[in-house]
């Protein structure tokens, strides 16, 4: 190692010792500290910058699950939205007297809301008297929507309930509450606002208007061509996913040695078509969710059966559509596709972009495509573009 290479490392390492021992490290060593623990609470802001949650459209229907921007405010614009009392517990933690709520003894029927974000979280048919002193529901609206973290304030361990949108607090769930579930999630009325059903939808929400999802089912002019003529699909690619950068190349994946596989991704508006009749789609036409890495005479694990998922709230979907499936006795072998999380989708070459309709004579596209494609017109043609 060459002198002018080292004369910098030893000069710092002066400069850090003399710091060490004056009295500058009061306030040097303090804002080194500061630094490193804001540089860490932006990397965590980054990841939590979004939340894969159910919300309404402007039908009133529940969709999802979508992906929603998280809500962060500082202390004092919360406290412009909120009355004090709300953010005293919603934002501190707090806790209303009991029986004194409000929403307890509300016996409309509609959507329980956060009073801070309006993110959906209860609906009145799990809305049940338990004689606490706070509304209780035995479920939510929908998982995702609601976040679990475990709270050892007072001396004891208890399960606490956030809002996954803006981590707002609401309440405790317990296990001491009715069937189906056996929960009881105890609220405050004041982490809560109410809508009625026939008001559903003024709780729109942009997060409605678009998502995305990722499958992979054999050769992708095959699952492109199915999807592109569906309803509130926005836009199909084909591509890669499950794999390296570096092998995120058609010649790279057909050699059956990277970990892509063939995938589509598919950007679709759920107020006109939902996640599960994609799923359906997926599973009923577009390919043999059964057959184990491969798809035909496609053999091998780049054309294997996998849906990506983005978010929890894609994964618990799926979870359910595929143990619905398996014990539904609709097909006569387990379903063989896989999850996994979506790391990054690589689009593919032009070139296998848009293929089979570009390419409706190549002797492919005729022999496995177009009757994937017959197919979903015969039994799906009310959910064709005009």
Same mark, same amino acid.
């Given at each position: 190692m060459s002198l002018s290479r080292i004369a910098p490392v030893f000069t710092a390492l002066i400069l850090i010792a003399f710091l060490?021992?004056? %009295?500058?490290?009061? %306030?040097?060593?303090? /804002?080194?500290?500061?630094? =490193?623990?804001?540089?860490?609470? &932006?990397?965590?802001?980054?990841?939590?910058?979004? /939340?894969?949650?159910?919300?309404?459209?402007?039908?009133?229907?529940?969709?999802?699950?979508?992906?929603?921007?998280?809500v962060i405010k500082t202390d004092d614009q919360w406290k412009a939205q909120l009355t004090s009392e709300q953010f005293r517990i919603l934002r501190k933690e707090g806790?209303?007297? /009991?029986?004194?709520?409000?929403?307890?003894?509300?016996?409309?029927e509609g959507i329980y809301t956060c009073a801070a974000c309006g993110l959906p979280l209860y609906t009145s048919d799990t809305?049940?008297?338990? %004689?606490?002193?706070?509304? &209780?529901?035995?479920?939510?609206?929908?998982?995702?929507?609601?976040?679990?973290?475990?709270?050892? &304030?007072?001396?004891s361990v208890r399960v606490e309930l956030e809002c996954a949108r803006c981590n707002s607090h609401l309440g405790h769930v317990f296990d001491d509450g009715p069937a189906p579930t056996g929960k009881r999630h105890c609220l405050n009325s004041e982490s809560l606002a109410f809508t009625a059903n026939d008001q559903l939808p003024t709780l729109a929400d942009p997060a409605s208007e678009s998502a &995305?999802?990722?499958?992979?089912? %054999?050769?992708?002019?095959?699952?492109? =061509?199915?999807?592109?003529?569906?309803?509130?699909?926005v836009e199909v690619i084909s591509g890669y996913a499950g794999g390296l950068e570096d092998s995120a190349n058609y010649g790279a994946v057909s050699s059956g040695q990277t970990k892509h596989a063939e995938a589509i991704k598919i950007?679709?508006?759920?107020?006109?078509?939902?996640?599960?009749?994609?799923?359906?789609?997926?599973?009923?036409?577009?390919?043999?969710?059964?057959?184990?890495?491969?798809q035909g005479n496609d053999v091998g694990t780049q054309y294997r059966s996998t849906i990506f998922y983005q978010?929890?709230?894609?994964?618990?979907?799926?979870?359910?559509?595929?143990?619905?499936?398996?014990?539904?006795?609709k097909f006569d072998k387990p379903i063989a596709t896989t999850l996994e999380p979506l790391n990054k989708f690589y689009p593919a070459e032009q070139g296998h972009q848009d293929y089979a309709r570009l390419n409706p004579n190549q002797p492919y596209v005729q022999a496995v495509a177009l009757p994937k494609v017959r197919k979903l017109e015969k039994k799906y043609g009310e959910l064709l573009k005009d």
């Open positions: 060490a021992n004056t %009295g500058l490290r009061r %306030g040097w060593f303090p /804002a080194i500290t500061a630094f =490193a623990q804001e540089s860490k609470m &932006s990397t965590q802001n980054e990841q939590d910058a979004a /939340a894969p949650v159910h919300v309404f459209n402007n039908q009133g229907e529940l969709v999802g699950p979508v992906v929603s921007p998280k806790t209303e007297r /009991a029986f004194t709520g409000a929403l307890l003894e509300n016996k409309q809305k049940f008297k338990s %004689g606490t002193g706070w509304p &209780s529901f035995f479920q939510p609206i929908a998982p995702s929507n609601i976040a679990e973290q475990r709270d050892t &304030s007072f001396g &995305s999802v990722v499958l992979a089912g %054999g050769c992708f002019w095959c699952t492109e =061509a199915v999807f592109e003529p569906v309803q509130g699909v950007t679709y508006n759920p107020n006109a078509v939902s996640y599960d009749k994609l799923l359906e789609l997926f599973f009923n036409v577009a390919h043999d969710p059964t057959q184990l890495n491969r978010n929890e709230g894609q994964k618990q979907a799926t979870q359910a559509y595929i143990k619905h499936l398996n014990e539904s006795g």
